[in-house]
C-alpha cells in the first residue's frame, strides 16, 4: 500500500511535547521575538508614565495573543487540557497578566477543547 503517512501522526506521541518547561521556553522566544518588532522610540525609565502604561499594554497584548498561539500548539499536539490549563494559569501569573486576559485564554481553551470533542 498507498497510505498516507502524515508528518503530525508521528510528531504528537512525542514525549517533548508534555514537557511545561519547553512550552514556557517557546513562549519566551517568540515574546522576545515579536517584542523586538515593536518600536520604543525611548528607554522605559526615560517615558513619561502615560507612554509607559502603553508600553506595559502592548507588552501584556504580544503575551496574551503568544499565550494563545502556544495554547493552540499544545492542544494540536496532544497535551491534555489540564496541562494546557495549568500553563495558562501559570503564564498569566508570572507575567502579570489581567484578570480578562486569563479569562479570556481560559475560555479559548474551552472553546477549542469542545470543538475538538466533536470532531
Known sequence: GGRR???KDQLVPHPLWQ?????????????????HTIPYPKRWYDMEESDR?????RVHDVLTSQVMAVEHSMLELGCDQKLVRE???????????GESQRHMLLNHLQTRSRSKDRD
Not at 518547561?21 to 522576545?32: M, R, V
Not at 500553563?87 to 497578566?97: E, G, N, P, S, T
Open 5 to 7: 503517512r502524515y508528518l
Open 53 to 57: 502604561n502603553q508600553a506595559v499594554k
Open 87 to 97: 500553563f495558562v494559569y501559570r503564564m498569566c501569573a508570572i507575567h502579570q497578566l
Open 19 to 35: 514537557d511545561a518547561k519547553y512550552w514556557e521556553l517557546l513562549l519566551w522566544e517568540c515574546t522576545i521575538e515579536q517584542l
